[in-house]
T-cell receptor
Framework: GENVEQHPSTLSVQEGDSAVIKCTYS??????FPWYKQELGKRPQLIID?????GEKKDQRIAVTLNKTAKHFSLHITETQPEDSAVYFC????????????FGTGTRLQVTL | NAGVTQTPKFQVLKTGQSMTLQCAQD?????MYWYRQDPGMGLRLIYYSASEGTTDKGEVPNGYNVSRLNKREFSLRLESAAPSQTSVYFC?????????????FGAGSRLTVL
């Protein structure tokens, strides 16, 4: 089955700096890579996703890049703000098989003033 | 719309007791899921239901049972709770306009087994 590794487990940045979270996956057939954000005490919510037919996707201050050859993908947050503080989970699966979605172990991002 | 609603939000059980976590969604989604979240372990799938009338095991099904009561409701039952089942449980659904891949989560149920 799929195995997703996520690094780092914790990340502290100053407000305004950039943050990068990296994930690797094992199943070359995976072609869907979402990122979920979970604020403290809240539910996980999808913030961005990418499919394997594109190498990069941006949405305002967040972007995700995908390297299919190396089987890794990354979340980039620019101009970090205190409200970006949360746990971020990467995941991987084949499109249309949400039941096979495998999550990484999460990265706790702390944005300090 | 309420989205995905879970009850109860908090529960404390003694070892050996049973309980059922309830989940309902009002988004007309076909698929529903139960996950558990433990520190440092991410989200792990317990059971899922791809459509009304079907259920399948996920990554960590031991000690749990599920029932897809109808298209809206998907319950998770612990027949004989164990301390290892202390966790935060999330129900989720997918389908409809958000797509088959996007999970919409409930607010979570924190379960402590003493």
């Amino acid at each position: 089955g799929e195995n997703v590794e996520q690094h780092p487990s914790t990340l502290s940045v100053q407000e305004g700096d950039s943050a990068v979270i990296k994930c690797t996956y094992s199943d070359s057939a995976s072609n869907y890579f979402p990122w979920y954000k979970q604020e403290l005490g809240k539910r996980p919510q999808l913030i961005i996703d990418i499919r394997s037919n594109v190498g990069e996707k941006k949405d305002q201050r967040i972007a995700v890049t995908l390297n299919k050859t190396a089987k890794h993908f990354s979340l980039h947050i620019t101009e970090t703000q205190p409200e970006d503080s949360a746990v971020y989970f990467c995941a991987a699966s084949r499109i249309g098989t949400a039941s096979k979605l495998t999550f990484g172990t999460g990265t706790r991002l702390q944005v300090t003033l | 719309n309420a989205g995905v609603t879970q009850t109860p939000k908090f529960q404390v059980l003694k070892t050996g007791q049973s309980m059922t976590l309830q989940c309902a969604q009002d988004m007309n989604h076909n698929s529903m899921y139960w996950y558990r979240q433990d520190p440092g372990m991410g989200l792990r799938l317990i059971y899922y239901s791809a459509s009304e009338g079907t259920t399948d095991k996920g990554e960590v099904p031991n000690g749990y049972n599920v029932s897809r009561l109808n298209k809206r409701e998907f319950s998770l039952r612990l027949e004989s709770a164990a301390p290892s089942q202390t966790s935060v449980y999330f129900c989720a659904s997918s389908g409809g306009f958000s797509g088959a891949n996007v999970l919409t989560f409930g607010a979570g149920s924190r379960l402590t087994v003493l």
